[in-house]
């Protein structure tokens, strides 16, 4: 086979310096981290509260992700580079074959698989809107710091899905109403529980975040409440609206009914679900 003529000391010298911009995106990631946790003890009062906080605190959370992130993909490209130097391809095929796979890699890296959330869209006027003007409500209804973190954890797990803005914020808006984001509440009239207040027959393994995070989205591949559809899923991506998704996630996965003059407790739904909406279009 045909040889090529391929400078090793070449690969190896982008492999030190892909080194040098691992190292300073760490660095400048975790002063940016620092920066933002400065921020975030200097906004609250003396009870620890403030509506600023968990916004900010997000923030550093996905600066803290992000870091992570770019640095685990450098160092990657990094040591691929490094296999280069010393398991060296020299026929045509081969290093035809060397270059689709370092291709791949690189789009593999810096494209939505890397972990990285992609930008966020937020299209929906109405929600913005609505969300804007009750914000106050979703301030009272989450009164501890937990609460939003455990909403940030649910919104990021579904736009993992791939579901957008609007579909998960009638997702959130639902177990806003039904929950207040608390893992283990209870209804005291029945075997209600947890985040989407499953009953009985419906509930998860355990009552941590993940386990109902993992529960329900099982669920969604179904129909849990009936209907005639192939799944919670494939009608909530049929959505373009917050109002339509908060409808769908509540006919179709809590059960709340559509009869007589629309959605049991809808309103209360609809509101959340817009004032969540609001209020990542503005953390993001």
């Not at 975030?40 to 605190?57: A, Y």
């Not at 391809?89 to 074959?97: G, I």
């Not at 309103?267 to 279009?281: D, K, L, M, N, V």
């Amino acid at each position: 086979m045909q040889k090529l003529d391929i400078n090793g000391a070449e690969v190896l010298r982008l492999k030190l310096r892909l080194d040098e911009i691992a190292d300073s995106v760490n660095t400048l990631m975790t002063n940016i981290g620092v920066e933002v946790n400065n921020c975030v003890n200097n906004l609250k009062d003396e009870s620890g509260n403030n509506p600023l906080v968990s916004p900010v605190s997000k923030l550093l959370t996905n600066t803290e992700n992000i870091k992570t992130n770019v640095v685990r993909n450098l160092n990657s490209l990094s040591q691929f580079m490094s296999d280069q130097v010393y398991e060296y391809s020299y026929s045509t095929e081969e290093a035809e074959a060397a270059i689709k796979e370092l291709i791949s890699f690189i789009a593999g890296a810096v494209g939505s698989s890397s972990g990285v959330a992609v930008a966020s869209t937020f299209e929906d006027s109405n929600a913005l809107s609505n969300g804007e003007a009750n914000y106050s409500d979703l301030e009272s209804k989450l009164p501890n710091e937990e609460q939003w973190n455990i909403m940030n954890t649910c919104h990021d797990f579904f736009k993992e899905k791939g579901l957008t803005e609007e579909q998960i914020a009638g997702i959130l808006g639902n177990a806003c109403l039904e929950s207040g984001f608390e893992l283990e509440i209870k209804n005291p009239d029945s075997t209600s529980k947890g985040l989407f207040q499953w009953l009985d027959s419906r509930h998860p393994s355990d009552w941590s975040l993940e386990t109902q995070l993992n529960h329900a989205w099982e669920e969604m591949q179904g129909t849990p409440s009936g209907g005639a559809i192939t799944s919670v899923v494939d009608e909530l991506k049929g959505c373009n609206t917050v109002d339509e998704a908060t409808n769908v996630f509540a006919i179709y996965f809590e059960g709340a009914g559509n009869g007589n003059g629309g959605i049991w407790a809808g309103q209360g739904r609809r509101e959340y679900a817009s004032t969540i909406y609001y209020h990542y279009s503005n953390a993001n």
